[in-house]
């Protein structure tokens, strides 16, 4: 990541990803016999992908500026609510369709399944003049894949700027996700739906691509990383939680944040995948989505131990 300093400007710019999920905690991910199960409360909580990275990375003290579209209704004024309460600099275009919601199932083992609403039209875009002012004065941007944010590459390609994304549970060949894959610096997406094909599919991210680097991450199995020039993914082992696993919502985007924030202090690759799944670790062991994110001296206290540990 590029970190000349701009003149009151922003060390990440997060672009979309904002939204409420409906956590619905349940026995088993799976419909029980009958018509109706009784569960503990049902909540709400800021949450979607883009939060999870620009308040991650807030917490860890990095100049972050988010944007995005926002209903005017009362998700999205509790999004306004939280980020005051926050600090985070947040700055949005009101939506006629309004905020994005989610409803996870989490089961007993903190294993969830999202079922992400997609309210915004396949053609809604951020307008330019909105975000080029913002994306002038970053030194990177995190760009969420909701499709608002598609136009911004060029742009983002124009100025030189460092850009990353993640993919999520990408099969490795959904033509929406792939623009994004080709498009950024930094390419994060979950091991989950590449069943044997995972160094083929990194391979293709950064070798027809823009990507510098690429990660999958792949839960207890640890994450996988090809990097530019390498001739072999590498993999890195997983850091175990130091608390009781309870909710795993919120996981992948908590390691993007960290692994940036690494990356924005010029650390090795291995210092930005430690100080990831220690993040990712971290916000396993919080109820609900984004609930509690790791600061920069717990995730130095937490790296350490992980060294330590893995000897």
Same mark, same amino acid.
């Given at each position: 990541?590029?970190?000349?300093?701009?003149?009151?400007?922003?060390?990440?710019?997060?672009?979309?990803?904002?939204?409420?999920?409906?956590?619905?905690?349940?026995?088993?991910?799976?419909?029980?016999?009958?018509?109706? *199960?009784?569960? @503990?409360?049902?909540? =709400?909580?800021?949450?979607?992908? &883009?939060?999870?990275?620009?308040?991650? /990375?807030? !917490? %860890?003290?990095?100049?972050?500026?988010?944007?995005?579209?926002?209903?005017?209704?009362?998700?999205?004024?509790?999004?306004?609510?939280?980020?005051?309460?926050?600090?985070?600099?947040?700055?949005?275009?009101?939506?006629?369709?309004?905020?994005?919601?989610?409803?996870?199932?989490?089961?007993?083992?903190?294993?969830?399944?999202?079922?992400?609403?997609?309210?915004?039209?396949?053609?809604?875009?951020?307008?330019?003049?909105?975000?080029?002012?913002?994306?002038?004065?970053?030194?990177?941007?995190?760009?969420?894949?909701?499709?608002?944010?598609?136009?911004?590459?060029?742009?983002?390609?124009? *100025?030189?700027? @460092?850009?990353?994304? =993640?993919?999520?549970?990408?099969? &490795?060949?959904?033509?929406?996700?792939? /623009?994004? !894959? %080709?498009?950024?610096?930094?390419?994060?997406?979950?091991?989950?739906?590449?069943?044997?094909?995972?160094?083929?599919?990194?391979?293709?991210?950064?070798?027809?691509?823009?990507?510098?680097?690429?990660?999958?991450?792949?839960?207890?199995?640890?994450?996988?990383?090809?990097?530019?020039?390498?001739?072999?993914?590498?993999?890195?082992?997983?850091?175990?939680?130091?608390?009781?696993?309870?909710?795993?919502?919120?996981?992948?985007?908590?390691?993007?944040?960290?692994?940036?924030?690494?990356?924005?202090?010029?650390?090795?690759?291995?210092?930005?995948?430690?100080?990831?799944?220690?993040?990712?670790?971290?916000?396993?062991?919080?109820?609900?989505?984004?609930?509690?994110?790791?600061?920069?001296?717990?995730?130095? /206290?937490?790296?350490?131990?992980?060294?330590?540990?893995?000897?």
């Amino acid at each position: 990541m590029n970190t000349t300093a701009h003149e009151g400007g922003y060390d990440i710019l997060v672009a979309g990803g904002a939204g409420v999920d409906t956590i619905v905690r349940v026995p088993e991910l799976q419909v029980p016999p009958g018509d109706s *199960l009784s569960v @503990p409360p049902v909540r =709400d909580y800021v949450a979607h992908t &883009g939060n999870g990275v620009a308040r991650g /990375a807030h !917490a %860890l003290g990095l100049a972050t500026k988010f944007i995005d579209f926002l209903g005017d209704d009362v998700q999205g004024q509790q999004i306004l609510a939280a980020y005051a309460a926050d600090g985070l600099d947040f700055s949005h275009v009101v939506s006629p369709h309004g905020t994005p919601r989610g409803v996870n199932l989490v089961d007993a083992r903190g294993r969830r399944f999202s079922f992400y609403d997609g309210r915004h039209p396949a053609g809604l875009r951020l307008p330019r003049a909105f975000y080029l002012p913002f994306l002038k004065r970053s030194r990177h941007v995190h760009v969420s894949i909701t499709g608002v944010t598609k136009d911004m590459y060029d742009d983002i390609h124009r *100025l030189g700027i @460092p850009s990353s994304t =993640d993919l999520h549970d990408w099969d &490795g060949v959904d033509a929406h996700h792939r /623009a994004y !894959a %080709l498009a950024s610096d930094y390419v994060f997406l979950s091991a989950a739906a590449l069943h044997g094909r995972l160094d083929a599919v990194l391979r293709s991210i950064v070798e027809q691509g823009h990507a510098r680097l690429a990660v999958a991450t792949d839960g207890a199995a640890g994450c996988h990383v090809l990097q530019r020039g390498d001739e072999a993914v590498r993999h890195f082992p997983a850091v175990p939680p130091e608390r009781p696993v309870v909710d795993s919502n919120g996981a992948g985007d908590a390691f993007v944040s960290a692994f940036l924030y690494a990356l924005a202090k010029g650390r090795p690759v291995s210092e930005c995948v430690l100080a990831g799944s220690v993040s990712g670790a971290f916000a396993c062991t919080r109820a609900g989505t984004h609930t509690e994110f790791i600061d920069a001296a717990g995730l130095r /206290a937490g790296c350490a131990r992980a060294t330590t540990a893995q000897g």
